[in-house]
């Protein structure tokens, strides 16, 4: 299985305060890969770094064989990167669809962009149903399918999927686990940040533990649940 995505001794930095301190880690083709770490690792800068938000200053990062590391954000998109951003962030003054077509605004094709929608309702046919209501009058769970649904609209390549538990109830967050473990079924490559250990390693098929800019450690989920470094990065 070859890599999706590669990162290689990046660093990156606010100011001049180094957040990433030589951050190396690949992602396979067709995985899902988590990277765990506690609120203050670096986890949501690295998600920057690879989106070019926050450009890395030292390391490569290279997707789908080409050297993304210092090229403009909407062409790393228009490469085939998603991003589902912590917290969700829908356009709240937005219709359903409207959020979802946000997602397919490279896409000039009408007939592909309704079929990816047919597709995201499919997937989320309570989105179907609410298909005309404001993003912004729904649920977190409900604006969390539309956060993922927009995603999908990228048919991307690579999703990256920031934080997907946060502010959900235990029934939302195991659900939507599942749809990311049925996104990924699909041939989609996934890139989970988490703080859910025991959700996120059940159904990933390898982690990397982020603590204070640098990977801690790394292994498949099973090597990961008896980590003393897994331990420590949620617990110390």
């Known amino acids: 299985m070859s890599d999706m995505l590669e990162i290689d001794g990046v660093y990156t930095a606010y100011d001049k305060a180094d957040v990433l301190q030589g951050v190396s880690l690949a992602v396979k083709s067709g995985s899902i890969t ?11 800068t690295l998600v920057r770094s690879i989106l070019g938000l926050t450009p890395a ?19 790393i998109i228009a490469a085939g990167i998603a991003c589902i951003p912590e917290g969700r962030k829908v356009f709240p003054k937005l219709t359903v ?12 094709s009408e007939k592909v962009t309704q079929a990816r929608m047919a ?6 046919p309570r989105l179907a149903e609410r298909r005309t209501q404001l993003a912004g009058t729904m649920s977190g769970g409900e604006q969390a399918m539309v956060s993922i649904g927009r995603g999908l609209m990228r048919a991307p390549k690579l999703l990256l999927i920031d934080e997907p538990s946060l502010g959900l109830s235990p029934r939302l967050v195991k659900e939507n686990f599942d749809i990311i473990r049925r996104i990924n079924e699909r041939g989609i490559t996934v890139l989970l ?15 990397f533990v982020l603590s204070k800019g ?10 990961l649940a008896v980590r003393k470094e897994v331990r ?5």
């Not at 200053?57 to 062409?75: E, L, M, S």
């Not at 669809?97 to 000039?108: D, F, I, K, S």
């Not at 597709?119 to 989320?124: K, L, S």
């Not at 640098?214 to 090597?223: D, K, L």
């Open 57 to 75: 200053r030292a390391g490569r990062i290279v997707f789908d064989g080409a050297d993304i590391t210092r090229i403009p954000t909407h062409r």
């Open 97 to 108: 669809e409207e959020n979802l077509r946000v997602g397919a605004y490279q896409e000039t």
């Open 214 to 223: 640098r990977v801690a450690t790394s292994g498949t989920p099973s090597e």
């Open 193 to 207: 940040v988490e703080q859910n250990v025991h959700q996120t390693l059940a159904i990933s098929h390898h982690g």
């Open 232 to 236: 420590d990065a949620y617990f110390a």
């Open 34 to 44: 988590c990277l765990l770490g506690s609120n203050g690792s670096g986890k949501t």
């Open 119 to 124: 597709d995201i309702f499919r997937i989320y």
